[in-house]
T-cell receptor, first 119, second 110 residues
Framework: GAVVSQHPSRVICKSGTSVKIECRSL??????MFWYRQFPKQSLMLMAT?????????EQGVEKDKFLINHASLTLSTLTVTSAHPEDSSFYIC???????????????FGPGTRLTVL | LAKTTQPISMDSYEGQEVNITCSHN???????ITWYQQFPSQGPRFIIQ???TKVTNEVASLFIPADRKSSTLSLPRVSLSDTAVYYC???????????FGAGTTVTVRA
């Protein structure tokens, strides 16, 4: 099946710094990628939809100026957590969509996640 | 997206069949039912998807009654490695703004 990678897998940073997380589709092109956040013992929450060549669409309550998303190519989307604070510590997961031949549907493939710890 | 309700947790033993039922009373006509599996500190993994009746693949079976207001994921002969959180999602097949509920934590014991 299709493979989605994330880098780094784990990052620890100081409060106030910015952290960039990369999401790559390794063997397919993805016009749309998604970013999720998951706190301990909780479910995944969609943060934003990343569209190649255009601005990301953020879910309600997600600060677009704090979570910068760039989808510059069909295989790469990046999430930058700006001025990170301890409450931003979480597990960030991306996913990429493959459209099926009919164009009516597709399947999402998830990355392995990035564990962010802000001290 | 239709709201789903699943049991919070289920315990089982190796070799047993595990059946997880998901309620989705407000499922729409064009909605599909999809199940994902998530291991700790990993991204979710697609298990199976269906619209009605029964779907089977090499990993699991999905049973959907005629009214489609619920569905049951069946994991045959589970092993310790099947310990994970299982999510039931309902939505349009081409709507990939997935909305994950709380999921069901399945613990398989030796």
């Amino acid at each position: 099946g299709a493979v989605v990678s994330q880098h780094p897998s784990r990052v620890i940073c100081k409060s106030g710094t910015s952290v960039k997380i990369e999401c790559r589709s390794l063997d397919f092109q993805a016009t749309t990628m998604f970013w999720y956040r998951q706190f301990p013992k909780q479910s995944l929450m969609l943060m934003a939809t990343s569209n190649e060549g255009s601005k990301a669409t953020y879910e309600q309550g997600v600060e677009k100026d704090k979570f910068l998303i760039n989808h510059a190519s069909l295989t790469l989307s990046t999430l930058t957590v700006t001025s990170a604070h301890p409450e931003d510590s979480s597990f960030y997961i991306c996913s990429a969509e493959i459209q099926d031949i009919s164009g009516l549907g597709g399947e999402q493939f998830f990355g392995p996640g990035t564990r962010l710890t802000v001290l | 997206l239709a709201k789903t309700t699943q049991p919070i947790s289920m315990d089982s033993y190796e070799g047993q069949e595990v059946n997880i039922t998901c309620s989705h009373n407000n499922i729409a006509t064009n909605d599909y039912i999809t199940w994902y599996q998530q291991f700790p500190s990993q991204g979710p993994r697609f298990i199976i998807q269906g619209y009605k009746t029964k779907v089977t693949n090499e990993v699991a079976s999905l049973f959907i009654p005629a009214d489609r207001k619920s569905s049951t994921l069946s994991l045959p002969r589970v092993s310790l490695s099947d310990t994970a959180v299982y999510y039931c999602l309902v939505g349009l097949i081409n709507d990939y703004k997935l909305s994950f509920g709380a999921g069901t934590t399945v613990t398989v014991r030796a």
